[in-house]
């Protein structure tokens, strides 16, 4: 389950973050994830608990915001929100399509810090 380093990772920073903002403790961490991403949410919210014991972050929330996958469609020259990731066409004219522009973020976006 690599979603349990990947929840380390946000703890170390978030907490590195808190410590240099003088924090006693985050109340929340903001995520941003798509379906592109290779990381399954269930698994990332039961690590996150695992990899806030002990630390500044222990009882926070991690809030996660699910990104929809969309592409670029080179035949109607615009983003289009893909309905399945098992098949790249774009929803209006189903012309295939690889180019990602949105779905494989893996990003904290804020903090909210206890002041």
């Known amino acids: 389950m690599h979603e349990l380093s990947i929840a380390l990772s946000i703890v ?3 907490a590195e973050v808190a410590a240099r903002r003088g ?9 941003k994830l798509g379906p592109l991403s290779g ?11 695992i990899a806030c014991e002990g630390t500044a972050l222990a009882g926070s929330r991690l ?10 469609c ?3 020259h615009s983003d289009q929100r893909i ?17 990602v522009v949105q779905g494989d973020e893996l990003l904290v ?5 206890e002041p």
Do not use: N
Request: with cysteine; net charge negative; glycine share 4%.
């Open 39 to 49: 990381v399954v949410k269930d698994a990332l919210l039961f690590s996150y608990d």
């Open 83 to 99: 309905e399945s990731i098992q098949r790249f066409t774009c929803p209006g004219c189903g012309t295939p399509t690889a180019d």
């Open 23 to 31: 924090a006693p403790q985050i109340k929340a961490v903001h995520l």
């Open 74 to 76: 080179p035949q109607c």
């Open 63 to 72: 809030l996660i915001e699910d990104v929809p996958v969309v592409a670029y």
């Open 109 to 113: 976006t804020a903090l909210e810090i």
């Open 12 to 14: 170390d920073a978030a």
